[in-house]
C-alpha cells in the first residue's frame, strides 16, 4: 500500500475547468495559505507573498490581465503568488522565532544573516533567483496541500507581470512568480498526463 504522500504526487493534475457554481470556504483558503508558507527557503527567509483573489470584482480585473483565460473566473479563487526581492532585509525577524524555539543559537542566526547579507546585498540577479525559487516551492506545496483536502488546482504562467504589478498595486519587491487557481473540477477535467520515464532525465554520478 502506498503512503499518503506517493499516491498524491502520482494522482494530482492540473485543472483548467472549474464547476464554477461550487465554492471553497474561507477556512479551506486559509488553511491552504498556511500549508504554503511551511514550505522551505534560503536561510528561512520565507520570501513570499500571497494575493488571494475570491471576489468577482477581483476577477474581473484578474481576467484580461491572464489573456481571458476562463478558469479565472470559473475557479473559486486563484492565489497571485510573488517572490520577493531583498529578502535578506527581513532575516533577522524571520529568525527571531528560531532562536526562540531553541533550534539554533543567537550566534548562528546572526552568521546566517551575515552570509545571507552578504551574497544577497546588491545583488539583484540572486535575489530574483530566491524570490523564483521560493515562490515555485510555495506553489507547489499549495497545490498538494490542496489535492489532499480534494481541492483542485492549476498553476498558470499566461498573465501580463506588468499589468499584474500595476492592477494589484504590487510592491517593487514582489516578482510574480505564478497563478494558481483552485476550486472543484468540472467533469470533462483530464487526469494527470504521462511523464517522462525517470531515466530519461536522470544522471546519477
Known amino acids: 500500500m502506498k503512503d499518503m504522500i506517493t499516491q498524491l504526487i502520482e494522482t494530482r493534475a492540473s ?5 464554477a457554481d461550487k465554492q471553497l470556504s474561507d477556512a479551506q483558503l486559509k488553511e491552504l495559505l498556511r500549508l504554503a508558507t511551511l514550505s522551505p527557503s534560503v536561510y ?9 483573489v475570491s471576489s468577482d470584482a477581483a476577477k474581473q480585473k484578474l481576467h484580461p490581465i491572464a489573456f481571458n483565460q476562463p478558469q479565472i473566473l470559473d475557479a473559486s479563487a486563484t492565489v497571485i503568488i510573488c517572490g520577493t ?6 532575516l533577522p525577524k524571520q529568525l527571531s522565532p528560531v532562536v526562540e524555539a531553541n533550534i539554533m543559537s543567537q550566534d548562528v542566526a546572526d552568521g546566517w544573516v551575515e552570509m545571507a ?3 544577497h546585498e546588491g545583488n539583484y540577479t540572486l535575489q530574483r533567483d530566491e524570490a523564483l525559487r521560493s515562490g515555485s516551492l510555495a506553489g507547489m506545496t499549495m497545490m498538494l496541500a490542496a489535492h489532499g483536502m480534494g481541492i483542485a488546482s492549476g498553476a498558470m504562467t499566461g498573465f501580463d507581470p506588468g499589468q499584474l504589478h500595476a492592477e494589484f498595486e504590487l510592491e517593487e519587491t514582489d516578482i510574480p512568480v505564478m497563478l494558481v487557481t483552485l476550486g472543484y473540477p468540472a467533469k470533462q477535467s483530464w487526469p494527470q498526463k504521462p511523464r517522462q520515464p525517470m531515466e530519461d532525465v536522470t544522471l546519477f554520478v
Open 15 to 19: 485543472v483548467a475547468r472549474y464547476d
Open 44 to 52: 528561512n527567509m520565507q520570501n513570499w507573498k500571497f494575493i488571494v
Open 85 to 90: 526581492l531583498k529578502g535578506y532585509q527581513q
Open 117 to 119: 547579507t552578504n551574497a
